[in-house]
């Protein structure tokens, strides 16, 4: 029935699946990663993010932060289960993976709630000492991720698209097929099989049916389809949090006949984001700090026209911004795994037509799309921000003073911004020990979890690294059950 057969079967190369992969594989279990890019072409998520890790330095104060960001979305002990591991990260990257020098480099992104002084973010050594916080040791990580996985002779099939699950007569997940270089393969699984194979960021019925907007973007790997969702749901497995993602405002822009996505930095102020009115609305300092939570700023929805009045929103700055430096960071995302190159003085992008000039805010916001009176209103807008700037007056929208510089170096910019980030975080539900549960809340027998598909995170992302502290924890978690299922 099976052209080959391990103790587990991984689906998708990223932090979830090496960390299920070599779980499995430091206990003596056969195991093969079956990933859908070929390996010239591989751009992992985790390869293009900054390389933070969260970690918890208590475990009942983790929970319980962990707890309050799901706002009832995760149950208790789930969080409970991510926190007891993601203590243990530190020691796992030294002894499994060797070499990295975890440094600690953030905290928790909203300090107020309880039990956020467990929670920290670490980063690849040297990385938070070269660069912000916010920009990257992605490459780096998943240098060594690789590495240890070649140590251990894991193999991988490359080029390899997982389509269905396999089940026995009693339901049971018994294996996986697959389609290489237009052949279906049969890959069986005796302990169980793991989804770590991404989200559907990049799956548009997906995203139009289940997510807040429409049309929102992503910037993590392309290749995330959606194929977890469709294998587990064809397995008879619920979902959970399909209307849940880790946002903010990102960059959409057309390359060659090719949609690419780009996160946005937006620092150095002064900077000034409207809705397609033409008016500010959001405190944009928290989209210069890279905070997550400035996506649920873009979902206002207008029963009158029939509108989301901030999809897109447009960003203003002036010839100063321009001169500082690329309007992406270069040290993760799309520039990261080369998928494109970003001028240093955002002269190229100019040219591409992905940032509108004008001689005027409002030549540039009618350059970018506005209609002429938004434009005009943009116009208005500015020049009002421009002056609080001057006389020092408190901002409206609570923006710190530090950060209210003027706009008023010609020429003047705009880029269309757009809701979006790195993941969906949706997909099947799971419980505390990555085992995936059928729609009357039962474990789904030798089928597992892990990663940004069905993620263990609800309303508000916990902090920086949370994404690949969840994929190494919940794939260390689902490969030891795996084993111990049928092994122990």
Known sequence: ???????????????????????????????????????????PSTRMSGGMVMTVTDVDAGARYLDVCASGMVPIDVSHAWAERA?????????????????????AEHPGFEGAEAIVAVQPGGVAERLAAAAGGGPRLFEGLAAAVARRNIPIQWDTAASRLIQDADGEVTGLAATRSGQTVALGARCGVVLACGGY????????????????????????????????????????????????????????????NFIIGIDPPGYVICDRAGNR??????????????????????AATNTHPRVPCYWFFDESRRRAGPLTYTHFGAVAVGLYDWSDD???????????????????????????????QAETTVDNYNQACLEGQPDSLGRPAD????????????????????????????????????????????????GELGQASGVLYPGDGSNLSEAFCFGQIAAEHALNRKLA
């Open 346 to 376: 955002n002269s190229a992008e100019i040219k591409r037509g992905w940032i509108a000039p004008g001689d005027t805010i409002a030549e540039a916001a009618m350059a970018a799309g506005m209609t002429e009176e938004s434009a005009k």
């Open 201 to 260: 960021e990049f799956d548009e019925d997906l995203k139009r049916d289940h997510l807040r907007t429409y049309p929102v973007h992503f910037y993590g790997n392309p290749n995330n389809t959606g194929d977890g969702v469709r294998m587990a749901a064809g397995a008879g497995a619920s979902m959970w949090h399909m209307n849940q993602m880790i946002g903010r405002a990102i960059g959409h822009f057309d390359l060659d006949g090719h949609p690419l």
């Open 1 to 43: 029935m099976f052209d080959e057969t391990y103790d587990v079967v991984v689906v998708g190369f990223g932090a979830a699946g090496t960390a299920a992969a070599i779980t499995a594989s430091d206990a003596g279990a056969s195991v093969v990663l079956v990933e859908k890019n070929p390996e010239h072409r591989h751009t």
């Open 87 to 107: 203590v243990g990260l530190p020691q796992w990257f030294e002894d499994a993976i060797g070499g990295l020098d975890m440094v600690a480099s953030a905290g």
């Open 281 to 302: 609305f959001a405190n944009e300092h928290n989209q210069a700090l890279l905070r997550h939570d400035f996506y649920y700023d873009l979902l206002a929805y207008d």
């Open 403 to 450: 950060t209210m510089v003027p706009i008023s170096k010609p020429p003047y910019y705009c880029v269309a911004l757009w809701p979006g980030g790195s993941n969906t975080t949706g997909g099947p539900r799971r419980d505390r020990h990555g085992r995936v549960l059928d729609a009357f809340g039962d474990p789904i027998p030798g089928l597992y979890g892990a």
